[in-house]
């Protein structure tokens, strides 16, 4: 499936949370990003979510933290093209999980400018990211059984 095109359209975006804690943040401090994430299917609905957080810190302390969800709605018959019934496992090609976080990542940037606009925060921005190579090798999900 290396370069085959997949359908697929966003489903939902949801901000699980967002805080801004002013007295953690010191204006003659470095400022720190830290970002994470995370992945899941559901294999009934045919879609893949991408979580992404991050967090704002001075020293350790974060003064903005955010965590965003976009799921994925694929289309029926390119997801169970992902499927491998004998190992009981959905495999999602690493370029097209790529995607997907590119687009997260994208809606995240928006969500945090508008949730800082006019709180003083303004002036943090999520800088772009480089995940071309954070996807070694496709991402596999195993089914329950039940």
């Known amino acids: 499936m290396a370069n085959t095109s997949i359908k697929f359209a966003i489903k939902s975006i949801s901000t699980e949370e967002f805080a801004t804690i002013k007295n953690c ?3 003659q401090e470095n400022v720190g990003i830290e970002t994470g994430y995370g992945f899941g299917i559901n294999p009934i609905e045919h879609a893949v979510f991408v979580n992404f957080s991050l ?3 001075c020293q350790e302390n974060p003064f903005i933290i955010m965590k965003v969800s976009c799921g994925f709605s694929i ?10 019934k004998e190992r ?14 590119v687009l997260t990542i994208g809606t995240a940037r928006g969500i945090l400018h508008a949730k ?5 925060f303004e002036q943090f921005i ?6 071309s190579d954070m996807f070694k ?3 596999e999900f195993e089914l329950s059984s039940d």
């Open 88 to 101: 009981n496992t959905i495999t999602i090609p690493k370029g097209f999980l790529t995607h997907l976080t």
């Open 75 to 84: 289309e029926e018959e390119d997801f169970l093209k992902f499927e491998n």
């Open 137 to 139: 090798e496709d991402m």
């Open 126 to 131: 999520l800088p772009t990211l480089n995940i």
């Open 116 to 120: 800082l606009d006019k709180s003083g």
């Open 25 to 27: 943040y010191k204006e």
């Open 55 to 57: 967090m704002f810190k």
